[in-house]
């Protein structure tokens, strides 16, 4: 099939090239922008701070997204269902705030039925991240049992929620709710979920357009907004 002079074609990214994606825009009809480059934690606030994330299976080469429509929870939007608002209530559960990033991160990668993208680069590169300050988790504990978490990337007021987990019934729903209050908080104005779900529109998340989101992206990361140290609140 011949292709039209106009249709984009997802731009490749050298490994040892310069930092730089093309207009996040110019993505195509799936949001795939750019195919290959690095994971290295320059390219990702980069890619993060211009509404960019990589998603890819583990034989690919990192692939750089820019979807239409977004999927965002506004900051004062947080829905919480009754049913679960009593589980919250029975309080037999502890929150930890980076307290193992690295388990919660493994622990998301694990019996997926979709399988993973959370591959050994990613989790490399995510665990970097931490380190550097622009990534955070937040567990949730039976015990001495990890049994729930959720983690993602921070930059300025963003924070770009990536993916939760659960070892026990409602862990990742207390997870997400114990997420949205404390980073609220903490000066994030602005909470990416990429792609919006059933599961995600029940707790308040809604669609808006690139254009929209990528102001919002704008402006956020120019908050002044400190996530090292957090109490968590639910």
């Known amino acids: 099939m011949t292709r039209a002079p106009d249709e984009f074609m997802p731009m490749f990214l050298a490994p040892d090239g310069p930092l730089m994606f093309p207009d996040p825009t110019l993505a195509d009809e ?19 701070s211009h509404g960019i994330f990589p998603w890819f299976d583990a034989d690919d080469p990192p692939l750089w997204w820019s979807p239409d429509p977004r999927c965002i929870l506004p900051i004062d939007g947080l829905h919480v269902p009754r049913s679960l608002n ?8 502890e929150l930890t705030w980076n307290e193992d990033f690295e388990q919660v991160m493994e622990s998301c990668a694990l019996d997926r039925s979709d399988g993973t993208w959370i591959t050994p680069s990613m989790l490399d590169a995510y665990t970097e991240l931490h380190e550097r300050g622009h990534a955070h ?33 409602d862990m990742s729903k207390i997870a997400f709710v114990a997420f949205v209050c404390t980073v609220a908080r903490a000066n994030v104005t602005l909470i990416d979920v990429q792609f919006r779900t059933d599961h995600l529109a029940r707790f308040g998340c809604v669609d808006v357009p690139r254009t929209v989101y990528l102001e919002l992206v704008r402006r956020a990361c120019a908050v002044d907004a400190d996530l090292e140290d957090l109490d968590v609140v639910i």
């Open 30 to 48: 799936r949001g795939l922008l750019a195919v290959g480059g690095d994971l290295s934690v320059d390219r990702l606030l980069l890619a993060y």
């Open 137 to 169: 988790s937040l567990e949730v504990w039976q015990g001495e049992e990890l049994v729930g978490g959720i983690y993602g990337v921070q930059i300025g007021g963003l924070f770009a929620a990536e993916s939760m987990f659960r070892r026990r019934t």
């Open 86 to 93: 009593r589980r919250i209530r029975r309080a037999d559960f």
